[in-house]
């Protein structure tokens, strides 16, 4: 169970930075060294259009769209 502290700390991430955090969490070392998983994981996400992997779109009256068009389909 993560607390409020926990994911606070995540806030500023970058969106690798954070999955690899929170891939860590499920994925022992004995199974992956953890800069192995920070290389797959960086690997995986270098080809998108955009810096951020995946853009959130604020729309009108409070909505917001995640747009996942931007990496390799």
Do not use: M
């Amino acid at each position: 169970l993560l607390t409020t502290e926990q994911i606070e700390k995540w806030r500023d991430l970058s969106y690798c930075d954070l999955a690899h955090v929170i891939f860590s969490l499920y994925i022992p070392t004995s199974l992956i060294d953890s800069q192995e998983l920070k290389s797959l994981i960086e690997k995986s996400y270098k080809n998108f259009d955009t810096e951020q992997v995946v853009n959130i779109r604020k729309l009108k009256n409070g909505v917001h769209l995640l747009e996942l068009f931007h990496g390799p389909t």
